[in-house]
């Protein structure tokens, strides 16, 4: 039987995942969070969707019999693509989340209806996504770009945060929002620019300078972390909120497992750098 105690499974092929980590510790800042970055294997945006899908299996596993989490978040858009179907058929008892690129608020929200989309080359050409422009794509502009580079790039820069990588990530930027073509309000503009991939979100202040202060910039990970409130509270295992008099409260330290599968230098530089948790949260994954 599994208990509101029972921590929530979240993983992805790197550190893009703990931008949906950071949501989800804000909405839910009772629950206890297992991560796990998949990183020996990263990224998955540029591996074959049967590699992608096995992966996703062998982490849903291991996160349910080696740490008996009660929910699964799967923090990345190329797995969700790959495998979220097959995976909540074989686990049709564990509350599972998926993440997909932000097409359907974009849509509704821009006012140009023209929409700049960055996701990786898995995202972009797999069935899901393009179901997705087709169900929301009949009074708007989507314009998409595969990012090929770009997730591993910022996974590299997050070590150091004025490295050679760095300059990788601005170059990337410049040159897939230059492809994308022009940024702004005027007509046939894009006035909006999805972030694809949860890695993206780490590289927020450097599309902003490129695309300008009015385009808006939307990502999945405040939505995913309300959808996984709603789940919970379905499967009645929510866990009670800490009665604190900070509004700003998050789940701490001691309610964080992080883990690698590879190295763990670049988990561990993420963690502090974007969510101000220390190096004693991060360990070596068992999953080979």
Not at 118 to 143: N, P, W
Not at 185 to 200: A, R
Not at 268 to 288: E, G, I, K, M
């Amino acid at each position: 039987m599994t208990l509101p105690a029972a921590p929530i499974g979240v993983f992805d092929s790197g550190i893009g995942g703990l931008s949906v980590l950071q949501a989800l510790r804000h909405e839910l800042p009772g629950e206890h969070f297992v991560y796990l970055a998949d990183s020996a294997h990263a990224p998955y945006g540029e591996r074959g969707d049967a590699f992608v899908s096995q992966r996703t299996h062998a982490i849903a596993r291991h996160l349910r019999m080696q740490h008996g989490i009660k929910a699964l978040v799967i923090a990345c858009n190329t797995a969700t693509a790959a495998a979220v179907e097959s995976l909540r058929e074989a686990m049709p008892d564990v509350p599972m989340i998926g993440v997909e690129p932000a097409i359907k608020p974009a849509a509704l929200s821009s006012q140009t209806h023209h929409i700049g989309v960055m996701a990786t080359r898995g995202t972009v050409e797999s069935r899901r996504f393009k179901k997705l422009l087709q169900e929301h794509g009949q009074h708007v502009a989507f314009h998409v770009q595969a990012c090929d580079g770009l997730a591993r790039a910022i996974e590299r820069s997050t070590q150091e945060a004025d490295s050679h990588d760095g300059c990788d990530v601005q170059a990337l930027c410049a040159d897939y929002t230059r492809a994308l073509g022009r940024f702004g309000l005027k007509t046939s503009e894009m006035d909006t620019l999805v972030l694809g991939c949860t890695h993206y979100v780490f590289a927020k202040e450097a599309l902003r300078a490129l695309v300008g202060p009015d385009v808006q910039l939307i990502d999945t990970g405040a939505a995913v972390a309300r959808q996984t409130r709603r789940l919970l509270a379905r499967a009645q295992l929510l866990q009670p909120e800490p009665v604190v008099p900070d509004a700003q409260a998050v789940a701490g330290p001691a309610q964080i497992q992080l883990m690698a599968t590879g190295q763990l230098q670049a988990l561990q530089a993420a963690a502090a750098r974007w969510l101000q948790l220390p190096a004693s949260c991060c360990s070596a994954s068992q999953l080979a």
